[in-house]
Nanobody
Framework: QVRLAESGGGSVQAGGSLRFSCAASEIGLGILGLAWHRQTPKNERELVASMSGRGRTTYGDSVKGRFAISRNSAEKTMYLQMNNLKPEDTATYYC?????????????WGQGIQVTVSS
């Protein structure tokens, strides 16, 4: 059973930075895709950033130029660097990995990590 463990959340003032990490317990035959999602206090869920297995990245419009997704394959870990944080970035952030197995691929989710940005 694959488990994703997130770390790095917390509280920060507007303009500050945070870095999340998300480590997989194992990655089967390999990682097909990575993503960070968030759920706001208004229960709105949005895709923050994603990375394909080949490294192609996409970002939500609200975070372009401020957030960066990355991965360290050797450590089975993905990251989200968040700069110039704004109060509207306050949310619970979830990592997601699509992992390939010999019986097919499956999406796995982290437990969620809270970020609070104060003005």
């Amino acid at each position: 059973q694959v488990r994703l463990a997130e770390s790095g959340g917390g509280s920060v003032q507007a303009g500050g930075s945070l870095r999340f990490s998300c480590a997989a317990s194992e990655i089967g035959l390999g990682i097909l895709g990575l993503a960070w999602h968030r759920q706001t206090p208004k229960n709105e869920r949005e895709l923050v950033a994603s990375m394909s297995g080949r490294g192609r990245t996409t970002y939500g419009d609200s975070v372009k130029g401020r957030f960066a997704i990355s991965r360290n394959s050797a450590e089975k870990t993905m990251y989200l660097q968040m700069n110039n944080l704004k109060p509207e970035d306050t949310a619970t952030y979830y990592c997601m990995m699509t992992i390939d197995h010999d019986v097919g691929y499956h999406d796995y989710w982290g437990q969620g990590i809270q970020v609070t940005v104060s003005s």
